[in-house]
């Protein structure tokens, strides 16, 4: 049997799928460059680390696509200073993306088991940005999320019907928050900035459909 080249087979996917997206900042590239999306797949899938597919993990979740993933990088633009807020730990992967580029990062993820492998591997690959938080992070149980904020970039990894007003409410001013929000089949990757304490822009980027994420209750959508 033939080994897999890793780190040949990661520049390939920048190269093939990542570029021809459009993602073409370099911050973003190098992130993806840098750490090694194999480790925080499972075992029988490694092979499979690198194709345009969302790849099963535990509890019947997903990682994303890395397409996905690097048009989240490109469009938050996260910054060394930023603090980071990201809503479903899942593999890790996305986790290790954002404390590589930002200041600290705060996870949530509902299910105990995948925050604690990712907690492993980040640990591994030594993180030491990172707080753990084990959650539903819907709109009941948001106290533990605006301890660790107010943030500079929020990420949803998994899509939402409807956006719960907890998270524009935890961006400072200038935050980014990326969300697909919608249901399937009609999703929509969206951008939102706080302009202003009391304002809001939203952008929506492409359409996509990505699994849901866990217990988020659909509640009424805020007005921009």
């Not at 404390?99 to 990712?118: D, G, M, T, W």
């Not at 998270?167 to 089949?185: C, D, M």
Request: with cysteine; net charge negative.
């Amino acid at each position: 049997m033939i080994e897999m080249n890793f780190e040949t087979a990661r520049h390939n996917m920048i190269e093939q799928q990542i570029r021809p997206w459009n993602v073409i900042d370099p911050v973003a590239l190098d992130a993806l460059e840098a750490i090694p999306r194999e480790n925080y797949v499972i075992d029988s899938m490694k092979c499979s680390a690198f194709s345009d597919v969302e790849l099963p993990i535990d509890h019947n979740q997903f990682m994303l696509s890395p397409k996905i993933e690097a048009k989240i990088l490109q469009t938050v633009q996260v910054q060394k200073t930023d603090n980071v807020l990201e809503i479903g730990t899942g593999s890790g992967y996305m986790t290790a993306l954002l404390a590589h580029l930002a200041e600290k990062v705060c996870s949530v993820e509902i299910y105990e088991s995948l925050s604690q492998k990712a907690q492993e591997k980040l640990s591994t690959e030594g993180f030491n940005n990172i707080n753990f938080i084990i959650d539903d992070a819907s709109e009941e149980s948001a106290q533990k999320i605006t301890q660790n904020g107010p943030y500079d970039v929020v990420i949803l990894t998994g899509s939402v019907a409807q956006l719960p007003d907890t998270y524009k409410q935890n961006l400072k001013v200038g935050g980014r928050l990326f969300a697909v929000i919608g249901t399937a089949p009609a999703m929509e990757a969206t951008i939102i900035t706080r302009v202003s304490t009391d304002q809001y822009a939203c952008e929506v980027l492409f359409e996509t459909v990505i699994p849901a994420l866990e217990n988020m209750a659909v509640v009424d959508c805020f007005e921009l």
